[in-house]
């Protein structure tokens, strides 16, 4: 069982650009800092194409080479645990904020297509870099957290598909319903960017936006509805501020970003941009769900975040063990990949664990409107 009080291995991973290509490091929390030139980056396929353990053992054998392979190594016999615990080790990725690199799936690197990727057994995270100061752990129950699914009229003028509304605010109920009376969720539907923006205000631990996204010159946003209700493209900067401002102080802990079941992959790389605007923004971090994952998968990473989370209070370890039961249901499977995790720091938490005891006589759940 996880236990906060024993803390976990911390490294932090750099790579920068180099005269010849890239150079890697790597730093513990113990002070010590382990180097390797990498080269020119790697010509990896497009996700997808290939099996995703494949193509992370091909971007792990770009990274860690030379003294870097064995201080990961070491790290990783310090800290190894049963598959079936929770990651000891807390793995920071930091690259440089407009990097080619960030478009790779580095949740996927492994040491072999035969071995457990290091986004489930570590606790795997990218950083992005904020001024704003972090905002200290919470006491409050229940998690309050507001669910926005965006299905305007008009989506076609965009090539885009209808939202399935039952379908999509049907993705926490599984967690509502194991988690009673330990989160309460307010459904926003079809709104407006004034909608969103006034009801932040009334202050959310996590907000989750279910939105398509549309990427191209001039018209790369959030779709949301107009006042008509017809579908129309927020910039980016306009979702960051209604969502969270860095002179906001109920800007929310935490927030998903999702496209529709029927969204387009590519589109993911709007919500990637975007989350670096909310944690810039105030947000202490962000979980991208880079391209369309299936209903029962997604409600099945959500279910164990949120009971992890509870016990936990780590983001990072929450994200990668609901990763880890996409993994271990269909390895080959390119969805356990989708969910990023971006934060100011490696050890953004949301909230102070509470004794077993304490935590049960919390009221049941309340839903919101």
């Known amino acids: 069982m996880y236990?906060?009080?024993?803390?976990?291995?911390?490294?932090?991973?750099f790579i920068r650009e180099a005269p010849q290509g890239y150079q890697a490091s790597l730093q513990t929390s113990s002070g010590q800092e382990l180097?390797?030139?990498?080269?020119?980056?790697?010509?990896?396929?497009?996700?997808?194409?290939?099996?995703?353990?494949?193509?992370?053992?091909?971007?792990?054998q770009w990274v860690f080479r030379d003294e870097l392979l064995r201080g990961l190594q070491l790290l990783h016999d310090l800290s190894h645990r049963s598959s079936e615990d929770p990651p000891?080790?807390?793995?920071?990725?930091?690259?440089?904020?407009?990097?080619?690199?960030?478009?790779?799936?580095?949740?996927?690197?492994?040491?072999?297509?035969?071995?457990?990727?290091?986004g489930i057994t570590t606790a795997f995270s990218r950083y992005v870099y904020s001024h704003t100061p972090?905002?200290?752990?919470?006491?409050?129950?229940?998690?309050?957290?507001?669910?926005?699914?965006?299905?305007?009229?008009?989506?076609?003028?965009f090539d885009l598909d209808s939202v399935d509304q039952n379908l999509e605010r049907s993705v926490l109920h599984e967690a509502e319903r194991q988690l009673e009376g330990r989160i309460l969720v307010k459904r926003l539907l079809r709104p407006q960017l004034d909608d969103i923006r006034r009801e932040e205000k009334v202050g959310y631990h996590i907000t989750h936006l279910l939105a398509h996204a549309t990427l191209g010159d001039g018209h790369s946003g959030i779709v949301l509805a107009d006042q008509?209700?017809?579908?129309?493209?927020?910039?980016?900067?306009?979702?960051a501020e209604a969502i969270a401002s860095p002179s906001d102080s109920s800007a929310p802990y935490l927030v998903f970003l999702a496209l529709p079941v029927n969204g387009e992959a590519p589109h993911g790389r709007v919500l990637m941009n975007l989350s670096g605007m909310l944690i810039r923004a105030g947000v202490q971090s962000v979980v991208?769900?880079?391209?369309?994952?299936?209903?029962?998968?997604?409600?099945?990473?959500?279910?164990r975040f949120y009971r992890v989370l509870l016990e936990t209070g780590a983001m990072?370890?929450?994200?990668?063990?609901?990763?880890?039961?996409?993994?271990?249901?269909?390895?080959?499977?390119?969805?356990?990949?989708?969910?990023?995790?971006?934060?100011?720091?490696a050890d953004s938490g949301l909230q102070q664990r509470l004794p077993h005891e304490l935590e049960s006589t919390v009221s049941k759940i309340k839903f919101g409107a």
């Not at 236990?3 to 991973?13: D, I, R, S, T, V």
């Not at 008509?228 to 979702?239: D, L, N, Q, R």
């Open 3 to 13: 236990a906060p009080e024993q803390g976990l291995f911390k490294a932090e991973l």
């Open 35 to 60: 180097s390797a030139m990498l080269g020119p980056a790697p010509a990896l396929p497009p996700p997808g194409s290939i099996p995703p353990l494949v193509y992370g053992h091909q971007l792990f």
């Open 88 to 118: 000891a080790m807390r793995l920071l990725l930091r690259l440089e904020p407009a990097s080619p690199l960030s478009e790779f799936c580095w949740e996927t690197m492994c040491p072999s297509p035969s071995d457990l990727p290091l």
């Open 134 to 157: 972090s905002r200290p752990t919470m006491w409050d129950r229940p998690i309050r957290i507001l669910l926005i699914v965006s299905n305007p009229d008009g989506l076609q003028r």
């Open 228 to 239: 008509y209700g017809k579908a129309t493209v927020v910039a980016p900067e306009a979702m």
């Open 288 to 303: 991208v769900v880079q391209a369309p994952v299936e209903p029962e998968p997604l409600t099945a990473f959500m279910e």
């Open 316 to 345: 990072d370890v929450a994200v990668a063990e609901a990763r880890k039961v996409l993994f271990l249901a269909a390895p080959g499977n390119w969805e356990w990949t989708w969910p990023v995790l971006c934060g100011r720091a």
